[in-house]
């Protein structure tokens, strides 16, 4: 196992700098909101960093420690990302921390960290799987620095989607029963797992042969989909090991959280509220739906065809995207108290999809060209729409752009575009009353007055490489599949994937 430690943190200065707000209530009116200090999480050697299968996870807990995956700047003859290879990185107090990877393995990524901060990710094994011809890749923790493997439930490939403070692990992974119409297509069935104690555990289908674990709670309910037959996915709720078919909003298909982001991490709340999206009758449309104590709610949409659900908090409020009336594009939204609210866009940018939202109510907004993105990261807070690039210092030499995850103490975990087109993980800390010794803040909000968003440069993502699926392996798949289902900023209308 690779343990190189590394202080590669850039700690960026906080200097005065007018906050932007932005929105059609608020245009021109002066508002209060505190700023944040930028940490610029740095690389492993290579020249990016990045937080994987965004935004569904938890790459901020609240204790501040942060995970993702960087570049290490050590060859990768499958050019998996850039030819580089990239290693989990944990940024704790300051410190960088190269996690590792399982013996033999060359990739490895850390998706989500809790409170207690055990790491989870997955790792490549250096065992080419005889199914499939490809490296095996298997589902991993981490715990105080020493990586674990979750194993598999007999096939060749198994990956993590969310975890709970007791350790839960839920995700997916392959048996050794064929099956060419696989879920990810490596060839054998997918199924949903629990892992608890040390043991993976299959949480069975709704009839068919695959299933897929999204999220799990503190009360140790997984919520997720499952094939009723070889066509037809259902959502489910297991607990008590029973598995519930939530049924769909009259359409064939529907999954736990939305279409776009893969459905990991964020559809199942303590209360055990479980959201997600569904298609409608005939299944040209689909909408954000709410399951709760056996009922199905549709969520509706801002005025157009298509709306999709991301995150839902304990206090039951959700978050997502939805389509305008015409549906050419669509806009963040908030749902709570029975009542869809339009939480509009960044200036110049015509999409905005809400991809989170903590136990305050704070939600953070990804923008952009409807299809391709590129736009502000944006915070919602007490009505008001915030270009996350006003709150930070102008001399801090980047731009905010993707947002990836806010934890309940307000610090996010983003992606920051530098000059030079490369692309950093970035952690902001508000200056606020939960950080009052935070080095480089000075006391109170600052004004803020309306004004244009900034947009920040075209990068290239860190992402496999653009071929024909069929020759890429299935390492190359899972993280095709998730690059391809969190592109939140294309036009809604697609029917879900089986």
Same mark, same amino acid.
């Given at each position: 196992m ?6 590669l ?27 944040y200090?930028?940490?610029d ?25 942060t ?15 850039g ?47 005889p ?5 095996q ?47 990810i ?41 499952? @094939?009723?037959? $070889?066509? /037809?996915? *259902?959502? !489910? &709720? +297991?607990?008590?090991?029973r598995?519930? %078919? #939530? =049924?769909?909003?009259?359409g ?35 909408h ?35 389509? @305008?009336?015409? $549906?050419? /594009?669509? *806009?963040? !939204? &908030? +749902? ?5 609210? %339009? #939480? =509009? ?15 305050r ?19 919602w807070e ?33 992606q ?15 200056c ?37 699926e ?29």
């Open positions: 690779r343990r190189n430690r590394t202080t943190i850039i700690g960026l200065s906080l200097c005065a700098a007018l906050p932007f707000v932005v929105g059609p209530s608020v245009q021109g009116q002066e508002a209060k909101h505190s700023h200090k930028v940490i999480l740095g690389t492993l050697g290579g020249p990016e960093s990045t937080f994987f299968s965004q935004p569904v996870v938890q790459s901020v807990n609240n204790r501040g420690t995970v993702g995956g960087a570049q290490t700047g050590i060859p990768d003859p499958t050019c998996f990302f030819c580089d290879a990239v290693h989990p990185f944990q940024w704790k107090k300051g410190v960088l921390t190269d996690l590792g990877t399982l013996p033999g393995g060359l990739n490895s990524v850390a998706f989500w960290v809790n409170d207690h901060g055990l790491v989870m990710g997955f790792s490549e094994n250096g065992v080419i799987d199914v499939f011809g490809a490296v890749q298997i589902a991993v923790v981490w715990k105080d620095g020493q990586i674990v493997s979750l194993g598999t439930l007999g096939g060749g490939i198994s990956f993590g989607n969310a975890m709970n403070n007791r350790g839960d692990v839920v995700g997916i992974s392959a048996n050794a029963i064929p099956d060419p119409f696989s879920f297509g490596v060839g054998t069935q997918i199924r949903a797992f629990l892992w608890r104690d040390g043991v993976m555990l299959d949480l069975g289908t709704l009839g068919g042969p695959d299933g897929w674990a999204a999220s799990v709670n503190e009360r140790g309910q997984v919520a997720g989909w499952a @094939l009723v037959d $070889s066509t /037809v996915q *259902h959502p !489910f &709720l +297991w607990e008590s090991a598995m519930i %078919d #939530l =049924g769909t909003l009259g064939t298909s529907a999954v736990v959280g939305s279409l776009s982001n893969g459905g990991s991490g964020a559809g199942l709340n303590n209360l055990g509220q479980v959201i997600g999206t569904s298609n409608l009758a005939g299944d040209s449309n689909h954000p739906f709410l399951w709760e104590k056996g009922a199905l709610t549709d969520l509706g949409t801002l005025g157009g065809d298509n709306g999709e659900a991301w995150w839902i908090n304990d206090g039951g409020e959700i978050v997502g995207g939805a389509d @305008l009336p015409g $549906s050419a /594009v669509h *806009h963040a !939204f &908030l +749902w709570k108290n029975g009542e869809m609210i %339009d #939480l =509009g866009a960044a200036p110049g940018q015509p999409c905005s999809t809400a991809v989170d939202i903590n136990s109510g704070q939600i953070i907004i990804d923008t952009g060209i409807c299809g391709e993105g590129g736009g502000p990261g944006m915070l007490n009505g008001q729409l915030y270009d996350l690039n006003s709150l930070i210092p102008p001399a801090s030499g980047l731009a905010v752009g993707d947002v990836n995850f806010i934890n309940d103490r307000g610090e996010i975990a983003a920051g575009n530098l000059p030079s087109g490369a692309q950093h993980a970035i952690l902001l800390v508000p606020d009353q939960d950080h009052p010794d935070l080095e480089g803040c000075d006391d109170g909000p600052m004004g803020a007055t309306a004004a244009s968003a900034v947009s920040p440069a075209q990068v290239t993502h860190l992402s496999s490489p653009a071929a024909n069929s020759k890429l392996s299935p390492t190359e798949r899972i993280t095709g599949f998730r690059s391809k289902m969190a592109n939140r900023h294309r036009p809604l209308g697609a029917v879900p994937p089986k």
